[in-house]
């Protein structure tokens, strides 16, 4: 997974990055101390934390829960190298907010802060930031598309728990604001276009 420069604030990923990124992945038994380590402990896809990371991490006061929007649907219309984008548009716009995000797994992440105050402030910048990436992505049938637009649902609690029970009421509170789409569909805010990308060889046979 390619990322591009956070200063034009988009992000891409290609298949082919995609692919080669897997394939480019050490075996095991071929790993030293620390590469163990950084495996174990890393969302492979994002580079980030994952959900072993968390649960083995020193628990601050305030606790967030955070699903992201439209994933499920980007899978389901231009496969897993559009929900790939997603993430890592996500991630960035996260880190860019001074947030320490780790990947739960699917479409959830979690972070934690010192305050209620630090949390929403960050998490505010976050979504911001985000709504304003466009990242891209290359379907199968050579169609290059952008996406803009994309947001999340993040629940604040003192602890984990209360934080996933606050996430279900702000998903509840967005969809009915219509800021938030049903799982399966895109948000109303998030716009996407696709430019015809074929290769040279296949233009040739298509004319």
Same mark, same amino acid.
């Given at each position: 997974?390619?990322?591009?420069?956070?200063?034009?604030?988009?992000? /891409?990923?290609?298949?082919?990055?995609?692919?080669?990124? !897997?394939?480019?992945?050490?075996?095991?038994?071929?790993?030293?101390?620390?590469?163990?380590?950084?495996?174990?402990?890393?969302?492979?896809?994002?580079?980030?934390?994952?959900?072993?990371?968390?649960?083995?991490?020193? $628990?601050?006061?305030?606790?967030?829960?955070?699903?992201?929007?439209?994933?499920?649907?980007?899978?389901?219309?231009?496969?897993?190298?559009?929900?790939?984008?997603? #993430?890592?548009?996500?991630?960035?716009?996260?880190?860019?907010?001074?947030?320490? $995000?780790?990947? +739960?797994?699917?479409?959830?992440?979690?972070?934690?802060?010192?305050?209620?105050? /630090?949390?929403?402030?960050? #998490?505010?910048?976050?979504?911001? +930031?985000?709504?304003?990436?466009?990242?891209?992505?290359?379907?199968?049938?050579?169609?290059? !598309?952008?996406?803009?637009?994309?947001?999340?649902?993040?629940?604040?609690?003192?602890?984990?728990?209360?934080?996933?029970?606050?996430?279900?009421?702000?998903?509840?509170?967005?969809?009915?604001?219509? #800021?938030?789409?049903?799982?399966?569909?895109?948000?109303?805010?998030?716009?996407?276009?696709?430019?015809?990308?074929? $290769?040279?060889?296949?233009?040739? +046979?298509?004319?």
């Amino acid at each position: 997974m390619a990322v591009k420069s956070l200063k034009q604030k988009h992000v /891409e990923v290609g298949v082919r990055e995609r692919r080669d990124n !897997w394939d480019l992945r050490k075996r095991v038994d071929q790993m030293g101390p620390d590469e163990r380590a950084w495996a174990l402990l890393t969302d492979w896809q994002t580079g980030i934390g994952n959900r072993r990371a968390w649960d083995e991490r020193e $628990p601050l006061p305030v606790q967030v829960a955070l699903d992201v929007d439209n994933l499920k649907a980007m899978n389901d219309r231009w496969g897993h190298d559009a929900g790939d984008a997603l #993430l890592a548009a996500v991630c960035r716009a996260l880190e860019q907010a001074g947030v320490v $995000p780790y990947r +739960i797994g699917g479409d959830e992440f979690a972070c934690q802060f010192n305050d209620q105050d /630090e949390a929403f402030r960050c #998490l505010q910048r976050a979504n911001s +930031i985000l709504r304003q990436f466009s990242f891209s992505w290359l379907d199968t049938f050579g169609t290059r !598309w952008t996406g803009r637009g994309a947001g999340f649902s993040a629940g604040v609690g003192l602890t984990a728990r209360d934080a996933e029970r606050s996430l279900l009421w702000v998903k509840k509170v967005r969809e009915r604001l219509g #800021l938030r789409a049903r799982r399966g569909r895109l948000s109303p805010l998030f716009k996407v276009a696709g430019v015809q990308t074929w $290769p040279s060889w296949l233009r040739r +046979i298509v004319g």
